[in-house]
């Protein structure tokens, strides 16, 4: 169980360190990391993590941090038969959440005393015209891996389900879009609709 917290600490310090344009951004990577490089879960189980963190409180990243950090380590523990694994997961949580937390602590801390006196200086402003179009590629990266079977079934499997999840995603999209609906009452709709049509 060491060498997983080791493995979590390294993968989600890694995460946080390059994860910029915030929690949506880091999804992918979290992905990235957590299903297709480590294994540490499947990626309907990933899915499920990335929809109670947008229903939780608090930035998405650090939310599925800390769900993979405890479904990581839980899933280790019951593999080796070892007692009380929901112990395990939540030292899991906690090591992946403080990991995905220090680089923008650290980074912070020396951001906030050297770019307030150069953030005129050509280069600072050099550095951050390039950074916003990575963000930019990020969030469609996290986009994009969340538009799967998972979420949104296929023609095969269950026509029904997919166009139903196929209009409630235009008809979030054009609502928050087009005609400015407030975010949480968007939710509790598409909430609703899916309730009562799937």
Same mark, same amino acid.
């Given at each position: 169980m060491i060498l997983l917290y080791l493995r979590l600490f390294f993968a989600f310090f890694q995460i946080g360190l390059f994860g910029f344009g915030g929690g949506y951004a880091m999804l992918s990577m979290i992905q990235g990391e957590v299903v297709t490089h480590n294994h540490w879960m499947s990626s309907s189980e990933f899915t499920d993590i990335v929809a109670i963190s947008q229903m939780t409180p608090g930035p998405i990243g650090i939310n599925s941090a800390t769900y993979c950090g405890? !479904? %990581? %380590? !839980? @899933?280790?523990?019951?593999? &080796?038969?070892?007692? @009380? =694994?929901?112990?395990?997961?939540?030292l899991g949580s906690c090591m992946a959440t403080f990991a995905?937390?220090? =680089? /923008?602590?650290?980074?912070?801390?020396?951001?906030?005393?050297?770019?307030m006196r150069y953030s005129k200086h050509p280069a600072v402003e050099f550095v951050f015209s390039g950074l916003r179009?990575?963000?930019v590629g990020l969030l469609a990266a996290a986009a994009l891996c969340l538009m799967n079977p998972e979420n949104f079934s296929s023609p095969s499997? @269950?026509?029904? &389900?997919?166009?139903? /999840?196929?209009?409630?995603f235009l008809s979030a999209f054009i609502g928050t879009r087009k005609f400015k609906v407030n975010p949480i009452l968007m939710i509790c709709l598409c909430g609703l609709a899916g309730f009562l049509l799937l």
């Open positions: 405890y !479904t %990581a %380590a !839980t @899933n280790e523990a019951l593999a &080796q038969g070892l007692v @009380n =694994p929901h112990i395990w997961g939540i995905v937390v220090l =680089p /923008s602590l650290i980074l912070m801390l020396i951001i906030c005393r050297f770019v179009p990575a963000v499997e @269950n026509m029904w &389900q997919f166009c139903i /999840s196929i209009f409630l």
